[in-house]
């Protein structure tokens, strides 16, 4: 505060010798100035906002309201976080036995790694069911990107992880990888590097984590899906980006978004006009209509 | 102000001494509070590039962004209401503006701006002018709600009053004016008809216009207030990106333009030479209603998600704009000047050199208005550079001549040539200097909106520091520019 204001004095001596003819009124205006950043200076009486803050997505706290999570708990991730995060190059073992690196596999074309756990019983294999249909749906697996699907647990072993793949139907299907990581802490730093978590739950004797899957290219995230469920239409956009061609869609901050100017049709990957475009309409209509109105309603003293 | 010897004058309603009186101190009440708040603001500005030049021993960013917040509003919105108070005035020698708008315009602009000043200086809220979707919502815990809703009622303060006196002028033409009277369309097409002053041509396409942005700022200002409201439902980043600027953008258009009506009106009083309506200047402002509005989309160049017709949309309008407003007033204003006697004085010299500053902060923005540039440009110090440079040394420049010719013909007090010429040295001098090295740094990469710069971006701190010495000649030809032109206008308000 004091070198602000021997700055500002510094400031105005020199004007005075610059501008002989600035007398009290612009001292009256550069004191009423002074006045204003001093209090621009003062302590803010602040408060969090409960509204401004609210936790993402706003599911984790429905989840640990539900008790299937003590509150505190993490949540589930957010789709928009770690993009373009480096993906932990993890050591992994592959339903064959032979030792991989995640590496090897994004670098042979990008992949789709989802984390799941051989002896799950509850979300996994739904998950990967319609994680099958999807990637059926959408085509591409083997020759735009393959799929890797990772166990985190310690206890899975390659047996257990072929065992999976057969039960799916997918144990000689090109484009799919069944693995499980190689130690703990490879598990660890695979799903920390991808925003995925695991955690013993002693209550339900179960382990839990987020049904999600990461799409890497050259070894970062590029997309996030997080759900029970992979919609055929949501994989096509990260199929797409995966192939590196441009998708003109962002994720919405609900799904109760009141109006939007333009729909992103999956199908096509193309947009198609929604009713929002027409407030985009609205100024231009209102010029029109308000100046008919202002210059049709007035007729007398015309020239 | 001349008192009006003609019909046209008469239906004007400024046939009694006193009615010209009362719209003379109006007028001038507006100036000296755009005096006032010209100052402040402009200190602000200080304040933020002493900052940014590590020369205050750390600002706190969340008072850095609170002080961006309320110059770059308080600045658009200053020089909006100084651009209408102008206009309204040299209006009511053509046709009969409501004074009783005026002052609820008045009423309503103090309002919203002590509004304003409260919520960024008390409540540190620091969304920027734009005040981009969704950040007023997102303060992480910097600004408290009230300072939101705050926000929100001094827009939706400002906005009414600021629409109301728009229709009224609007009103006022039309009384006087048939629509294709006033933007002169039988000019365009050839036939005789009555005189189209070039002033009620470029006002009457200006505030139509306007009607186009103030729709957009109650659309996107009810989307806000229904996304604040307890339950309520939020929108879409894009299509509030899009609305906001569609007004933000809209809003600056229309002062520059109002700033040029003044321009057309006054610099010929100085010259030897007369402005006419000629078909070209018709043809000029016509387009120039249609294309404002698609010269917005400049601003989501960056937003990949803009579909991409949009974007081309932007790039054309935003070239094609610039020949209507620009050329055709750079054109028109070298015309009155060259090779013509002009009684130079503070008045005309800000509006000659107002004109060229505008022309030339506008080649920055075509430079920036073009996709591939603007890869490079976007959200550099590029940015402030041109719009510092249309504005501060063009409309600014504008409506301070204004302000200083009213307060010259009310006071009775004769302009001092030397001190306007000192006056309008340190403006240029200072003003150039600053914007000169907000355009260096922005080509050196240096962004804008930094409250500090972090180590790979020092050299923002050296232009910043620099470009302290050009803000205090540019605030010395401010105070000096306050002092002849404040105490003409106080001396007007007494006569």
């Known amino acids: 505060m004091r070198a602000r204001a021997q700055g500002l004095t510094a400031d105005r001596r020199g004007r005075r010798r610059r501008a002989s003819t600035a007398r009290a009124p612009g001292q009256l205006l550069l004191g009423v100035a002074l006045l204003v950043l001093g209090a621009a200076a003062g302590p803010a009486q ?26 505190g708990e993490p949540g589930l991730p957010r789709e928009d976080e770690r993009l373009y995060a480096p993906v932990f190059d993890a050591a992994l073992v592959d339903s064959a036995g032979a030792p991989r690196r995640l590496s090897e596999l994004w670098r042979r074309r990008p992949l789709i790694v989802t984390l799941v756990f051989a002896r799950c019983t509850l979300i996994c294999p739904p998950y990967l069911r319609s994680l099958q249909r999807a990637v059926g749906a959408v085509g591409g697996a083997g020759e735009d990107y393959d799929v890797a699907v990772v166990s985190f647990d310690p ?36 799903a920390d590097s991808l925003g995925a978590w695991v955690r013993w739950d002693p209550a339900g004797l179960a382990t839990d984590h987020p049904a999600m899957l ?36 962002y994720p919405l901050p609900s799904e109760r978004v009141l109006f939007r100017c333009f729909r992103y049709r999956p199908d096509t990957g193309g947009v198609a006009l929604d009713w929002g475009f027409l407030l985009l309409l609205a100024p231009g209509a209102g010029m029109l209509l308000g100046t008919v109105a202002i210059f049709g309603r007035a007729r007398p003293g015309r020239g | ?17 006193d009615a010209a009186r009362r719209w003379r101190r109006a007028t001038l009440v507006w100036m000296l509070v ?94 920027g002018w734009y005040f981009l979707h969704p950040l007023p919502f997102h303060s992480g815990g910097v600004w408290p709600d009230w300072a939101v809703t705050g926000f929100f009622a001094s827009l939706g303060v400002l906005g009414v009053s600021w629409t109301i006196w728009t229709v009224d002028l609007l009103r006022a033409i039309a009384r006087r004016y048939s629509l294709g009277g006033a933007l002169a369309w039988h000019v365009l097409a050839g036939r005789p008809g009555p005189e189209t002053p070039p002033f009620i041509l470029v006002t009457t396409a200006t505030l139509i216009s306007a009607l186009a942005a103030f729709v957009a700022a109650v659309v996107v200002l009810a989307l806000f207030v229904i996304e604040w409201l307890p339950g309520g439902a939020p929108s879409d980043p894009l299509l509030m990106k899009n609305l906001i600027f569609f007004f933000g953008h809209g809003l600056v258009n229309i002062t520059m333009y109002l700033g040029v009506a003044l321009v057309y009106d006054l610099l010929p009083e100085f010259t030897s030479r007369k402005l006419s309506t000629n078909r070209l200047v018709a043809a000029a402002w016509n387009l120039a209603i249609f294309l404002v509005l698609a010269v917005y989309f400049h601003h989501l160049y960056m937003d990949f998600v803009q579909p991409r017709f949009l974007q081309y949309l932007g790039q054309i309008g935003s070239y094609l ?161 306050l002092w002849e032109a404040g105490r003409r206008c106080v001396r007007g308000l007494k006569a």
Do not use: K
């Open chain 2, 1 to 17: 102000m001349a008192e009006p010897s003609d019909a046209a004058g008469a239906a004007a309603g400024l046939a009694t001494a």
């Open chain 1, 46 to 71: 602040t408060a969090d906002s409960a509204r401004a803050d609210r936790p993402p997505g706003g599911s984790s706290a429905r989840v640990a309201g539900a008790g299937i999570l003590p509150a």
């Open chain 1, 155 to 190: 206890g899975d072993t390659p047996a257990a992880m072929a065992a999976l793949a057969a039960r799916l139907g997918l144990d000689d299907e090109p484009g799919w990888v069944f693995a499980a990581a190689a130690s703990p802490a490879a598990a660890r730093e695979l």
């Open chain 2, 34 to 127: 755009v005096f006032a708040l010209f100052l402040i603001l402009t200190l602000l500005g200080l304040l933020m590039r002493l900052a940014q030049g590590n020369t205050l021993g750390g600002l706190p960013p969340e008072v850095f962004y609170a002080v961006l917040t309320l110059h770059g509003l308080g600045m658009v919105g200053v020089w909006y209401v100084g651009a209408m108070a102008g206009v309204s005035h040299r209006l009511a020698r053509f046709a009969a503006p409501s004074l009783a708008v005026n002052r609820l315009a008045f009423g309503g602009t103090l309002a919203g701006v002590v509004l304003l000043i409260v919520v960024t200086l008390v409540g540190r809220f620091g969304t």
């Open chain 1, 214 to 249: 990461a799409a890497v290219d050259g070894g970062r995230v590029v997309r996030l899906l997080v759900g029970a469920t992979v919609p055929p239409r949501r994989l096509r956009e990260v199929v797409w980006e995966l192939r590196h061609e441009f998708v003109p869609s």
């Open chain 2, 321 to 481: 704009i610039s020949i209507p407003a620009a050329v055709i007033s750079i054109f028109s204003t070298l015309y009155l000047v060259w090779r013509a006697r002009v009684r130079w004085n503070l008045t005309s010299l800000f509006l000659f050199f107002g004109v060229m500053g505008w022309a030339i902060g506008g080649v920055e923005a075509v430079i920036d208005s073009t996709i591939a540039a603007n890869f490079r440009f976007h959200n550099t110090l590029w940015v402030p550079s041109h719009f510092h440079t249309y504005y501060l040394l063009g409309v600014v420049l504008m409506i301070l001549a204004f302000a200083h010719h009213l307060g010259e013909e009310s006071s009775g007090l004769p302009s001092n040539g030397r001190r306007g010429r000192w006056i309008t040295g340190l403006f240029l001098a200072g003003g150039y200097g600053l914007v000169v090295l907000f355009a260096l740094a922005g080509a050196d990469s240096v962004p804008r909106r930094y409250s500090t710069y972090p180590e790979e971006l020092l050299q923002g701190v050296t232009y910043a520091r620099v470009s302290v010495a050009f803000i205090a000649l540019l605030l010395a030809g401010v105070l000096l520019y």
